[in-house]
């Protein structure tokens, strides 16, 4: 045989199996003609090959195999190309209705969490294929629900299951995932109380999302400054339990961005320290014998990854203080950065326009962000996802 001969063909299977394939034709030196569009089931009929122009003569003697068809010392094969998975840039899990890629995931627009803002939610992140403290945002999860008086029908360990499902689907190894809780609306011809609606849960996981750059992180740090828009009282919304009440947050996020910064820290009404929008906020007091690591107690969410950072400090030998943060302490800490799910531990080297250790990343923060990554390597707090 002097050489293998390659002719295209697109050939569509019946509607309960649709699928492309590629027709390979070896036959000698000869090229033969093979039209797009040539309709083929499979297994293939040797009747249908034999009406496509150019192959009825060699055909004579075939000899259908599961992916080729066997012509003396030439062969007819076909190759299934990869099937596009329809999630792989993101799986959702909505109350009753199931799995759908995260482009179908829709609510009503008469729905109260996005109505009112009411709603609750969680966000855990995967990272190699590994859920990190999946169980403590779950718990974190049902906590602000139950905070709520919000009682969907999924238990935990149902949330568990769907959270492992859409990553299974979606195939992502490094993602962000989370888990919302939504009032719902009353039924048709209830009076629209609160207490008439059905709360469900909505589940999606898309690529991993960076809160601050990775290439800020690693090479300028970010840069920070005061909010003039006070943090919202916690007698007012708790923020323990995670909320869409961002209207301070998105303000203060846009007055940062108006003066070339790429985030924000809000003070409560006494002018301590809260948090940012999506994250805690950490100083270190590197003068400090050991060294001292402090954060809010109050004003900001328990976060899972401040949570993280307070293990931390016990594993490298720091102090690590909760507790009433004033911001001319901030002004006066060696270094500073931010914490959150999507990024970790992330440096900032600017606070208010002046520079913190010399307007690059501090050293001891990159060696704890280098800490924090090293130990999900190792399987801290790590579940595994089986895709």
């Given amino acids: ?230 943090r919202i009282p916690d007698e007012c919304v708790d923020p323990t339990i995670k909320n869409f009440h961002w209207g301070d947050l998105t303000k203060a996020s846009f007055a940062a961005y108006d003066q070339g910064a790429d985030t924000a820290i809000l003070l409560d009404q006494k002018g301590n320290l809260t948090e940012g929008p999506g994250f805690n906020i950490c100083l270190i007091h590197t003068s400090s014998t050991p060294i001292r690591v402090v954060t809010p107690e109050r004003g900001c969410l328990l976060g899972v990854t401040r949570q993280s950072v307070i293990e931390l400090c016990e594993d490298m030998g720091f102090e690590c203080e909760v507790r009433a943060v004033p911001k001319e302490e901030m002004e006066r800490a060696d270094e500073v950065f931010i914490c959150t799910t999507a990024g970790g531990i992330m440096p900032i080297s600017k606070v208010d326009g002046v520079d913190k250790c010399g307007g690059k990343p501090g050293p001891v923060t990159m060696a704890m962000r280098t800490r924090y990554w090293e130990k999900r390597a190792e399987g801290w707090h790590a579940e595994q996802i089986s895709y």
């Fill in 1 to 230: 045989m002097l050489g293998k001969q390659v002719a295209n063909a697109i050939a569509s299977l019946s509607a309960d199996a649709l699928r492309v394939m590629t027709l390979e034709l070896a036959h000698g030196n000869t090229i033969v003609e093979v039209h797009e569009g040539i309709q083929l089931a499979k297994p293939v009929d040797i009747a249908q090959l034999k009406a496509i122009p150019g192959i009825a003569e060699i055909i004579a003697n075939a000899t259908v195999k599961e992916s080729h068809l066997a012509i003396g010392s030439d062969v007819i094969s076909w190759q299934t190309p990869p099937v596009e998975n329809k999630f792989a840039k993101g799986a959702a899990y909505l109350s009753g209705v199931g799995y759908v890629p995260i482009s179908e995931a829709k609510i009503s627009v008469t729905d109260y969490g996005y109505r009112r803002s009411d709603a609750t939610y969680d966000v855990v992140s995967v990272w190699d294929g590994n859920f990190f403290r999946l169980d403590d945002h779950i718990a974190r999860f049902r906590r602000s629900m139950d905070g709520l008086r919000m009682h969907p029908p999924e238990s935990n360990d149902d949330i568990k299951r769907i959270l492992h499902e859409i990553l299974r689907l979606s195939g992502l190894k490094n993602a962000y995932v989370a888990m919302d809780c939504l009032r719902g609306v009353p039924p048709p011809g209830a009076p629209r109380r609160t207490d008439f609606c059905a709360q469900y849960i909505i589940c999606y996981c898309i690529p991993y999302a960076w809160l601050i750059a990775k290439d800020i992180q690693e090479t300028r740090g970010a840069y920070i400054v005061t909010s003039k828009v006070p």
